[in-house]
């Protein structure tokens, strides 16, 4: 019997952010494994036209539930949806709930965040500091609460290149920073975000790292633990390979490269790619809610979810490999013939820029002007070319994380836990989960049919030839303009031609003899 999972059994779990990426993983994870479990507290705003119970309706019925269902049929029952908005005070959740929820929560999961990039400094704080900071004042009127894990991520402190499982002080304590959003317009904030972000890239890392110095000073005597995953992709393993339903991270950029759009990006070859799945965050998650609530360690500890230094892999030999599975299962149809090249250097980067990205654009664009359509590609284009600048950051530097708290939890584990609650990288086979990242984007992103690889194949196979069509006519264009102009162009094109003609001769003459 896994300790962990029995641990969880009976338990009352509140999770934020469980209607993101990984908190649904998180709570499919923890139904399927501790079917006895009391209730999960979900804490959900309406969005997109939906009500909170209509949002929860759909995550149950999605694919991803599926196995759920089967062990637990009364999963519906087990999940209390709570309406909450984090911006808000209180989180705008009512007495009643609020009274339940202090008096029932065993175990605090706080997945919610703002994770764009280029949030405004004000709602990035909001979000990952200051509700940050309501739920640990939360959490400490909670008398049944066991544990509080945080998710934060291992670029919090992306500005070092060595990475401690500790916490690193910003230069303005957040409490100040809370403050000030509070008064401070936004004009003002636009002009002092840079100062205030330093060396960090974007708000996103900057308010993540201010986020686990809340945790660290509100921490008062609660059993806190913060985990920081990296780049979180696609499930490795469960409850099945590939599943993903977002275009952060890794996702977007591999269906701009397998629908032709992305051909090149400026990132070092050689850099590490450091993806961490889903799943395995998940488990790692469990694992530390369970040591927390039943070790309880003096201080918070921290730990890094990270494959780098276990089992690297580098972006050019990500970049292959998923080219590799485009060639067996192609997206539908492609804009042009997908290619992944990581390029160092700035100069060929904005080449391929301008010839493989801008310039198919303008002339995909021409071609719908002339047949009375909209353009609209260059301006997709201009979308795309901006999120892969916000990007590079990332795929032009390596990181060493290091990861003794996770190493120490692995060793804490029962046999039996280690298996149900796999967070051991060194197992994964970097190409088998690559191939399944693709396709399970081709499945459950894109909602692309398998039965339409074939047609998919003969639509690259088109744009082969379109391709070389369009090349071989640009080549003797620019050949005959040089001709036309240069005499030492035209030297060259008769001395070819009579090259060409006296081999021809030659291997003719030769023929006819040995006949
Ligand atoms: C050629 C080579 C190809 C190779 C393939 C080979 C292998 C793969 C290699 C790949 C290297 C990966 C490196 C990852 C590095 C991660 C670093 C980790 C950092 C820490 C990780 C974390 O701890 S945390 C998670 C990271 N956090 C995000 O990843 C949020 C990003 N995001 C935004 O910051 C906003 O989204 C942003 C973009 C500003 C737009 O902002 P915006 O206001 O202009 O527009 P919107 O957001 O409204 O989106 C407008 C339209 O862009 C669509 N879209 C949104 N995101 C998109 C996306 N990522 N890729 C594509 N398309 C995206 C969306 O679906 C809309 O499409 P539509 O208009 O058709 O609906
Ligand atoms: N994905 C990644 O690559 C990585 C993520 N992380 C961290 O993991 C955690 C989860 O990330 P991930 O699941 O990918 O993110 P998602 O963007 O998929 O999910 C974010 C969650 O936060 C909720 N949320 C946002 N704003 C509010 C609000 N005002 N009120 C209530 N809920 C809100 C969202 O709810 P709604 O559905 O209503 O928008 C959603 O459930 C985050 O803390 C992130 O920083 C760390 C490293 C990498």
């Known amino acids: 019997m896994s300790m962990i999972a029995a641990f969880y059994s009976g338990k009352s779990i509140l999770i934020t952010g469980a ?7 998180l709570m499919e994870k923890l139904f399927r494994t501790s079917p006895d479990l009391k209730v999960i507290y979900i804490l959900v705003r309406p969005k997109a036209g939906q009500t909170t119970q209509q949002r929860v309706f759909q995550i149950l019925n999605s694919k991803l539930f599926e196995k759920v269902k089967e062990i637990c049929p009364n999963v519906h029952e087990k999940i209390r949806a709570i309406y909450a908005d984090l911006n808000q005070n209180d989180f705008a959740i009512s007495k009643e709930d609020m009274q339940e929820l202090l008096s029932c929560t065993n175990i605090v999961f706080h997945c919610a965040a703002t994770v764009r990039f280029d949030d405004h400094l004000r709602h990035a704080v909001q979000l990952n500091v200051t509700a940050t900071q309501q739920l640990l004042i939360m959490a400490s009127q909670m008398p049944k609460l066991e544990a509080f894990i945080h998710i934060s991520t291992a670029f919090s402190n992306c500005n070092l290149t060595h990475i401690d499982e500790v916490i690193y002080p910003c230069p303005v304590e957040p409490k100040k920073i809370i403050d000030s959003m509070e008064w401070l317009d936004d004009a003002i904030i636009d002009e002092i975000t840079p100062k205030l972000i330093g060396d960090r890239p ?95 360690p003096k201080s918070t500890l921290i730990y890094h979810c990270t494959s780098g230094n276990l089992n690297p892999c580098n972006w050019g030999k990500m970049g292959f490999q998923v080219l590799a599975t485009f060639e067996k299962v192609p997206f539908e149809r492609a804009f042009r ?53 916000m990007i590079e950051y990332f795929v032009n530097r390596s990181w060493e994380w290091s990861t003794y708290n996770t190493e120490m939890l692995m060793s804490e584990l029962s046999p039996e836990d280690q298996r149900v609650f796999n967070f051991d990288v060194r197992q994964l086979n970097w190409l088998e989960y690559i191939e399944n990242y693709v396709l399970g984007i081709k499945k459950y992103l894109l909602k692309e049919d398998m039965a339409g690889i074939p047609e998919a194949k003969q639509h690259l196979k ?28 035209r030297n060259v094109w008769f001395f070819i031609v009579s090259f060409c003609y006296k081999f021809l001769s030659y291997f003719r003459a030769s023929s006819t003899l040995k006949v």
């Open 19 to 25: 209607t993101g990426f990984m908190g649904k993983v």
């Open 202 to 296: 974007n708000t996103y890392t900057y308010t993540k790292a201010l986020g686990e110095m809340v945790v660290q000073q509100e921490s008062r005597n609660l059993n806190i633990a913060i985990i920081r995953p990296s780049i979180v992709g696609a499930t490795w393993q469960e409850p099945f390979p590939g599943w993903v339903d977002n275009l952060n991270g890794p996702s977007g950029l591999i269906i701009a490269a397998g629908k032709g759009f992305l051909r090149s990006i400026r990132g070092a070859p050689m850099a590490v790619a450091d993806l961490i799945p889903v799943d395995t965050v998940v488990n790692l998650t469990l694992a530390v809610g369970w040591y927390t609530a039943v070790h309880r």
């Open 337 to 389: 013939r997908p290619n992944a090249d990581f390029t160092a250097n700035t100069i060929t980067s904005q080449y391929w820029n301008a010839v493989s990205h801008r310039a198919p654009a303008i002339i995909y664009d021409f071609y719908l002007r002339l047949t009375g359509r909209k353009p609209r590609m260059t301006k997709i284009m201009n979308r795309l070319l901006k999120t892969v600048s």
């Open 462 to 489: 088109r744009l082969r030839n379109i391709h070389y069509l369009f090349n071989t006519a640009l080549f003797l264009i620019a050949w005959r303009l040089l001709i036309a102009r240069s005499q030492m162009a």
